[in-house]
């Protein structure tokens, strides 16, 4: 019986993981791809202690062999089921695997939120990405849209000029959401075009993107960017379904805990970009990573007792 499974490999996962392997305590980390959530697919980091400028991949990349080197162990499983059992321990079901555990760090993070337009769903693979990091490279010297005016919006939006010949930022407020000195950069990119308030209402083309429609938020006007590309960046829906019944959650879905990252259920704890807050940052999902492994190495002692 491992002591805490910890479910997602994220920067919060990694670093509960970290802490309860140091702590001692035999640790399991489930996550149905591999290690690095979101911050995996994020070419440049900058705001994260200790590094002026680190790759995501390569920030995961040392926390993995950082959490491995304690003794923690992580397996590519999809865990559909976590279940209470007597005497205040879990099982959690897998895709293949069953584990009686002590208890559970739920660390699943949050998925790219779709803009629900005609085209979206048919062209995503096919022009349509929430990606940039995977994806710039196909369209280099082509012309590419970002939906979204926030910080991840911006900042893909800035690595994408690297590839293409312009980008054009369509946002449907007239300011944008994002740190002031993302808007900064992207207003000095000679690159980088805006569209404001604009919405989208259609994203074009039959094999591939070819043009996205949209309209003026507020004369309603309609126009249409040729384009080759549309990168969505509108915010994330928390992966927090195994939960519904199990915890609580707030209006957006998301878990909600104490500081001490306990949900209602005694042994459950969650952490991260599942979790209700007001940041969602790599360094606000380590610190609660942190924080749930000492709370979970706690709930463990007690049970002993």
């Known amino acids: 019986m491992p002591d805490v499974l ?11 993981a970290i802490y309860s392997a140091r702590a001692g305590l035999e640790t399991l980390v489930v996550d149905k791809a591999y290690p690095g959530g979101q911050i995996a697919m994020t070419e440049n980091v900058e705001n994260y202690p200790g590094f002026l400028s680190i790759s995501g991949p390569d920030l995961i990349d040392k926390m993995v062999e950082q ?9 590519s499983e999809e865990v559909r089921r976590i279940v209470p059992i007597d005497g205040g321990t879990f099982q959690v079901e897998g895709t293949s695997s069953v584990w009686d555990v002590k208890a559970v760090i739920y660390a699943a993070g949050a998925t790219p939120r779709m803009v629900n337009v005609p085209g979206e769903k048919e062209l995503t693979g096919r022009g349509v990405s929430y990606c940039a990091t995977c994806d710039a490279p196909f369209f280099r010297d082509k012309e590419v849209v970002v939906i979204g005016g926030g910080d991840t919006a911006l900042d893909e939006g800035h690595y994408l ?5 312009k980008v054009t930022i369509v946002h449907r407020r007239e300011q944008l959401r994002a740190e002031q000195i993302l808007q900064d950069r992207a207003f000095q990119n000679q690159k980088i075009h805006f569209e404001l308030p604009y919405l989208p209402v259609e994203i074009q083309g039959d ?14 006007e ?8 549309v990168f969505v960046f509108v915010g994330y829906d928390p992966s927090t379904g195994l939960l519904a019944r199990l915890a609580d959650l707030d209006d957006g879905g998301y878990v909600k805990t104490d500081d001490n990252m306990r949900t209602k259920v005694p042994g459950l704890f969650a952490c991260g970009d599942c979790r209700s807050k007001l940041l969602r940052q790599a360094i606000t999902a380590c610190g609660e990573g942190a924080t749930a492994a000492v709370a979970a190495s706690h709930y463990v002692e007690s049970l002993s007792h």
């Open 6 to 16: 910890i479910v997602g490999a994220g920067t919060g996962g990694l670093a509960a």
């Open 67 to 75: 959490a491995t080197h304690f003794g923690a162990q992580i397996v």
């Open 161 to 165: 000029t690297r590839f293409a010949a």
């Open 207 to 220: 094999s591939k993107v070819e043009g996205l429609q949209i309209r003026h938020r507020d004369s309603g």
């Open 222 to 229: 309609m126009k249409t960017i040729p384009c080759e590309g």
